[in-house]
């Protein structure tokens, strides 16, 4: 007769078996669940990618229509009988021809202010009880002769200065520049008058680059800030776009601890911020700031870069980027089209990725420029001559190899 199996062993035999069944069951469901967590991390990694490769896209061509506008909302100037675009230098009012001839004023309407040979030796308001707030743009046209006789009150030898107290901060405001005299027309008789309710000490340098060579507006900066230093002691350094016009002058243009965005919102971005780390249009750093970034990156040939450029420098120096509030960093951008001889560059992205690298060897301590001034009523024209083939010979061998590479690649 065969052996009867125990009855508890049986049972014994059972319970392992349903653990043994429940162990690989919840085995299999943890590998399900961790086969589910991994698909979800591949996706989210995959959009994160596509997030990052838009954001690289819509950085690198935010001006040249890649991104949503709404061109209705920029400022469109109104058509007149000149060409101030074409303008020479024979309808500028040079400071002399100004002064010799007070009897113009006639037909305009200015307000009589003494010029500021005696200052009070109290310090000006960090808030003065001149401003106003918010602004409408004045868009009208006038020759520079009238701009000049509408202002020269406020103005001692090209210095703008206010009438009763020492401004907290001299400042130099460098405008990058080439054909756009009728945008310079409109920004001068906008911000003149901002300025001086905010009871600024100012020079304008307007930094005009000859027509051979394609535009270098990081080259052009680095010229305005060396070449003010030379007329005078600066505090502060405003880099200001042509095509910008402020609208606010609670907008306070000082320089602080931090490199400053002033124009933080601008009418053709619906007046937001374009992304967390624009730093372009309207800039200002300390004279000492701008010296520890060495300046601009001064191989951005052309359009494109030179702005995202500037941040790396700044960022890797250890400081961080100060903004005022949106409602008081509002600007109207001047409708413009593609300018000539401002072609967007082609290794703006390549350069961009080497920011760092290259900040001791590219900026102030490697320009080459060759310049003449004319002394005008309200600002200084810095006439500049760059060869920009020599600024990238002269550029680290890494660089131009890279070029060299990418150059060959797209033909």
Known sequence: MAQQIPRNAIVCLAQKTRATFAAKSLINRCLKRILRLRNICILVSFLISVIFLYKLSFISNRNIGQCVQNKTTLLILPRTNIDYDDVSLDVLSLRHQIQQQPNQTQDIQVQQLPHQHNLKSSRCSKLPSTLVGRLDTDKNLISFKQLGLKFQHLFNHGRLQPRDCQALQRLAIIIPFRKRWSHLIVLLNNLIPLLSRQQADVNFFVV????????????????????????????????????????????????????????????????????????????????????DINGNSNLYVGWGGEDDDLLERILNKGYYISRYATDLSKYDMIHHG?????????????????????????????????????????????????DNEQLLRASPEYIQNMMATTTEKQD
């Open 208 to 291: 005009e680059q000859s027509s051979r060579s394609t535009f270098n507006r990081g080259a052009l900066q680095n010229v305005g800030f060396l070449e003010a230093l030379k007329l005078g002691q600066f505090d502060c350094f405003i880099f200001h776009d042509v095509d910008l016009v402020p609208l606010n002058d609670k907008n306070l243009y000082r320089c602080g601890d931090n490199p400053r965005h002033f124009s933080v919102a601008l009418n053709k971005y619906s007046y937001s911020l374009l992304y967390p780390g624009y730093f372009g249009g309207v800039v200002g750093l300390s004279t000492q700031q701008y010296r």
């Open 338 to 386: 593609m300018d000539e001889g401002n072609k967007p560059n082609p290794f703006r992205l390549m350069l961009l990725a080497m920011a760092r690298v290259r900040q001791e060897v590219d900026g102030l301590t490697s320009i080459q420029y060759n310049k003449t001034f004319t002394d005008l009523v309200l600002f200084t024209l810095i006439t500049v001559d760059i």
